[in-house]
């Protein structure tokens, strides 16, 4: 696909890989008129700092390239070892226009460019401005998620009869978090949408196949075949197979996990609304018209809406709100570096059944939904210690929905708790007891969920209270998790499980 030279003189659009739909092409005062030059540029470089999953950069690259096709002689599309030396080549002295990019970094990069006009973000809900004002009316404190959600439903008309909420309630998480339906292997739903690939999809497995045998790059995790939508049209046959097939069982088991059925119910959107494929607002707008034409419930609707309206759209938000110093929070001084194990995605180093499970899911696809990633992945990590900054660089790059926004709220804000509560209310981890409720992932394995010591001690119950124990101080103040702090006094075996934790170090469960 060789790059085509842009019109002299003329103002040219710049595309990040992750904006990818047409609404960031949408003529406005923000955006390109219709008949405005576009240029793309593949950046070898941002495959060159990071050691990203094979199947994140076939995706990312796979859609680039589809995009480019699909909007022809208008697009030039350029590969070159950075940023900077594409945009001199494509445009020139030419002026560029550019919508927010969704990185502090690559922010830096197009505010420091010459003739280059970044306008607002696309791809979201809510203005940036908007946020601000919302969320310094709150004195910046106390920015809880489900307060946000109520504003944005209120904004937008989601859900919602007149003034007050459809149904009569904000939320149905009490209905939404059930544990898989006993006996089942696989929850008893239609297969999600899976893409074909094409030859723009055997170029780019060429290509990264060549880069790595010349040392270019490196890669981890498995590649192939493609599983996540990489053109609008297939995002949109992805969303309409959801919505049609799959909604209504989303929500009771959006919580679930089966070791053989990683998918269960969730729509597998994520990576589409992150590369722009998708937006937002289409996604919740068609899952209402779902329930009030009767044929999805409100539970799973709402469920669906929340993820979307409220967290997805409540990450962006406080990435940029929060500012970059944010990534280096760490109030539970968590140093420890990610063990070779982890980083390489060696499930088959893994005793305990629950993370080797995930891991493999991981390794082999890029995926695993919102429990396995916070309660299982990233439980794991927070009971150890990693550094939260690593624990968040591996989430970026091992995860096709992986982004710089996406992750440092998520990461260190929720599943780490390196903020210190400025996000979330308590740390996320738990016993094997929460894993054994909803999975059956407990069952076959090694080991005992309700022991705490000895050989068939599950590492998550101890590593539970070894992480208590540690941080007793910090988290006595806490009301959400000050009970089991004090349930410490009573464990008669607190010394075996410091000894056996401190004994575990950084080896494979």
């Known amino acids: 696909m060789p790059a085509t030279a842009a019109e002299p003189g003329r103002t040219v659009h710049w595309l990040f890989g992750d904006q990818l739909g047409p609404h960031f092409l949408t003529p406005g005062e923000d955006g390109p008129g219709r008949d405005t030059p576009l240029l793309m540029i593949e950046a070898r470089s941002v495959f060159r700092r990071r050691r990203f999953h094979r199947a994140k950069a076939h995706l990312v690259l796979s859609a680039m390239r589809h995009r480019a096709a699909e909007l022809g002689d208008r697009m030039t599309y350029v590969r070159a070892g950075t940023y900077r030396e594409g945009l001199e080549r494509a445009a020139g002295g030419r002026p560029v226009t550019v919508h927010h990019p969704t990185s502090y970094a690559a922010a830096r990069l197009v505010r420091s460019l010459p003739r ?103 890669f981890v995790g498995r590649d192939g075949p493609r599983s996540f939508p990489a053109t609008r049209t297939e995002a949109r046959a992805a969303l309409k197979r959801f919505l049609s097939h799959r909604l209504g069982t989303f929500g009771p088991y959006e919580d679930a996990v089966l070791a053989e059925d990683p998918v269960m119910s969730h729509s597998l959107l994520s990576s589409s609304l992150n590369l722009g494929l998708l937006d937002p607002a289409e996604c919740v707008e068609r899952a209402e018209a779902e329930w009030r034409a009767g044929r999805a419930p409100l539970g799973s609707v709402e469920g669906f809406v929340r993820q979307i309206a409220g967290w997805r759209e409540y990450v962006w938000q406080l990435y940029w709100y929060f500012g970059e110093e944010y990534r280096r929070s760490n109030f539970l001084r968590h140093t420890a570096p990610l063990p070779g194990w982890w980083t390489e995605l060696d499930a088959d180093a893994v005793g305990a059944r629950c993370l080797r499970t995930v891991l493999a899911q991981v390794r082999d696809t890029g995926w695993t939904h919102h429990i396995p990633r916070l309660m299982i992945l990233g439980s794991h990590a927070l009971q150890r210690g990693w550094d939260p900054a690593a624990v968040t660089d591996w989430f970026h790059r091992c995860f096709v929905d992986g982004y710089d926004w996406v992750m440092v709220p998520n990461v260190v804000g929720m599943s780490q708790y390196a903020d210190g509560g400025r996000m979330t209310t308590k740390p996320y981890t738990s016993g094997g007891s929460y894993v054994n409720r909803m999975s059956d992932l407990c069952g076959p394995c090694r080991y005992r969920p309700g022991e705490r010591t000895g050989e068939h001690a599950c590492p998550y119950t101890a590593g539970y209270w070894a992480f208590l124990d540690r941080h007793r101080d910090r988290l006595a103040r806490n009301q959400r998790i000050a009970q089991p702090v004090r349930q410490l006094e009573r464990l008669a075996d607190l010394a075996e499980v410091r000894r056996q934790e401190r004994a575990r170090g950084d080896a494979p469960p």
């Open 116 to 218: 280059v006009t970044v306008g607002p973000a696309r791809g979201f809900l809510v203005p940036m401005a908007d946020f601000a004002a919302w969320a310094d009316g709150h004195g910046g404190k106390r920015l809880r998620q489900e307060d946000f959600y109520h504003w944005v439903r209120r904004g937008h008309g989601l859900l919602m009869d007149g003034e007050a909420p459809a149904g009569g309630q904000w939320n149905y998480d009490h209905d939404n978090r059930r544990p898989p339906p006993g006996g089942a292997r696989t929850l008893p739903v239609p297969a999600p949408y899976r893409p074909r690939e094409d030859g723009i999809d055997e170029e780019v497995r060429h290509d990264l196949d060549r880069w790595e045998r010349d040392g270019d790059v490196s």
